[in-house]
């Protein structure tokens, strides 16, 4: 495991808010880049496919939240960005449900691919220098919020898109049953994501994240 020491708070602070916000907003770019691919042109015409995080920070999900978190000294932070609108009758018409399934899972693949890459970038930087040492501290928390982001996703608990992915898969061979469920359980998603993270099930969560960042290291 790398680590890296003597860094000033202050560095620390910065460095962590920019991984997170380039985790959960390449999250977010990366759902609507698909979709335009497929033909859906909502999330560009919203400007949603901009780097530009002022247009995809969430109040809560990005500032209050995470805000919390680190307050309360949380091993690490989580958060959200404002989710890119997205046509499902439109991707659905151009790609069938191979393309809804692509949509829902591209923010997940990017966050894997970009924990995959910042550990790769962390073999060439120089810790023993001061620049190559923040550096090298922006990447290994740009390693977790990203291994943290795509393990979070993954959960088949709607609206997260797993849950999606899953759904477009059941339609794609005519099992209508899970998807129905999933529209159901919808607006009480939140509610059953937080009753989770607040009790042992948890571990459900945490353990693939510390596995999985622990290989990558």
Known sequence: MIEIKGIDPLYQIITLIL???VAIIGH???HGYVAYRYGDFTAKNAGRLSINPLVHIDPIGSILV???LYISGAPFLFGWAKPVP???YVVLKNGGYNAGIAVSLAG???NFALAI???LLLGIVN???FFGAIVALFLLQLTLYNVVLGVFNLWPIP???GSRALAYGCLKYRFMSLPRLFGQLEPYGMIILVAILATPLSQWFFYPVRLIYGFLL
Request: glycine content about 4%; proline content about 8%; overall charge negative.
């Open 19 to 21: 991984a997170l916000l």
């Open 28 to 30: 977010e770019i990366m």
């Open 66 to 68: 995470p805000g919390l």
């Open 86 to 88: 997205v046509d499902s």
């Open 108 to 110: 997940i693949a990017y």
């Open 117 to 119: 890459l910042s550990v």
């Open 127 to 129: 810790t023993e220098e």
């Open 159 to 161: 609206p997260l898109d």
